[in-house]
């Protein structure tokens, strides 16, 4: 933060430093550096004091941009960080609700399911670690109308939910493109079943949504929940 601030002295005019600034007040809390900054860059910021945020808008977050990459879905809260809503596979060590610091410039697109195209930023870090953990649960369900049952359910628990069964796999090339709306078609397991993420502060949680799901939802079966990335705690 120090070097940029020395940088805009020397040049006001340097958007770039500005916006860098702003990235690292963000990253260390300092919310009265990181407001001058976003509003000398030219970014409406509400407030005067406190932490910063801007109006929620639905964003991309590419998440160990360096190694697997995987994109996921989320919330923007300000210019640098963004909250995840998806919940991102084992393999990624990341969680529903962490929330990222991310780079300034999009590296590719996805299609939100009203067609709107959406900017994929890239993971600088973790800024604020979820108190959710990650659990994996094999599930056979009926129809569609049981799936979006199981989707209600949950949402009014404030559990995350994510079908592992849809997930496509991209080249580096293409994911730092704009690959097109994806069309969700799950990759059911040899015996029926589709592999579903979920994420719950703690395990009683998830099995009493899944169990209420099961009986009002008509035939329907799940495995036992297996934890598979445990809640990092700060």
């Known amino acids: 933060m120090k070097f940029n601030q020395l940088t805009l ?38 407030g ?40 991102p596979l ?22 939100d399911d009203d067609g709107v195209k959406v900017p994929v930023f890239e993971e600088l870090s973790i800024w604020q670690v979820s108190e959710y953990s ?15 049952q199981l989707v209600a359910y949950c949402h009014t628990g404030k559990l995350g939910i994510e079908d592992w069964s849809t997930v496509r796999f991209l080249c580096a090339a293409c994911s730092r493109g704009s690959p097109g709306k994806h ?16 994420a719950a502060k703690e395990k009683e949680d998830l099995v009493k949504v899944l169990a209420e799901w099961a009986t009002s939802s008509g035939p329907a079966d799940f495995a036992e929940p297996a934890l598979v990335l445990a809640a990092k705690r700060m």
């Open 9 to 46: 002295e020397l040049n006001p005019a340097d958007d770039a430093a500005w916006w860098n600034l702003g990235i690292a007040a963000t990253a260390l809390r300092d919310w009265s550096e990181a407001r001058r900054a976003w509003r000398a860059y030219g970014i409406e910021v509400e």
């Open 183 to 198: 069309d969700c078609k799950a990759k059911p397991l040899e015996d029926g079943s589709r592999r579903f993420g979920f």
């Open 48 to 87: 005067q004091s406190g932490e910063v945020l801007t109006p929620p808008v639905s964003a991309c977050v590419r998440l160990n941009p360096t190694g697997s990459g995987e994109v996921v879905w989320g919330q923007r809260l300000d210019p640098a960080r963004i909250v995840i809503l998806s919940v």
């Open 90 to 111: 084992p393999e990624s060590a990341h969680r529903f609700y962490d929330i990222i610091l991310n780079d300034g410039a999009s590296n590719g697109t996805r299609i």
């Open 134 to 148: 990650t659990f994996s649960v094999k599930l056979q369900i009926r129809d569609e109308d049981s799936e979006r």
